[in-house]
């Protein structure tokens, strides 16, 4: 009987947190590193979601782009006339059509009490949440292709909104998709 053992590669690596100075041979990059908001066309497509406080549903949208106009889309597509909306301070949130209070984390701002009543109502965290929500639910698949990333997120979307599968929401993922 005889005994495998991994081959060793004959170049040494360096160890983490060491520079890399060989030029032919760059560091390899997890995932699309690029700075700024992703696009849709530099294969880093958005997710724009909005999450209701008291009732806890979500709506998840993978879009093109998120400018004003895109968000302005799903904040009247997936709130009432009278919801208020809580944001960061990106500009994007600039003109909601809705009663809009935002926090400032570039000034590490958090929370605050709109009211006066000792309560920081003025927060982020709810839709924060749920971006761990869906980032834990899209990891174990170590990578979904753009093309087919909006399925994933009904899917996810559907397990935080109702936690269970019925022919109804079949229904609605195959018009969906279709």
Sequence with gaps: MSIVRPMRCSRTRGKKGEPHHDPQDPPRRRANKKKGHGTYDNDR?????????????????????????????????????????????WKGYSRLERTHWQVEHGKKQWAWDADGDGINEVHTNSIEGLWTSVRNWLRPFRGVHKRYLQGYVVM??????????????????VQHLS
């Design 156 to 173: 996810c979307q559907h397990a935080i909104n109702y936690k269970r599968i019925s022919p109804h929401f079949i229904a609605q993922l």
């Design 45 to 89: 497509p958005p997710v724009v979601g909005t999450v209701g406080r008291a009732s806890g549903q979500c709506r998840l949208q993978v879009c093109r782009h998120t400018d004003g106009a895109t968000l302005r889309a799903q904040v009247q597509r997936h709130t009432t006339a009278g919801a208020t909306c809580y944001s960061d301070e």
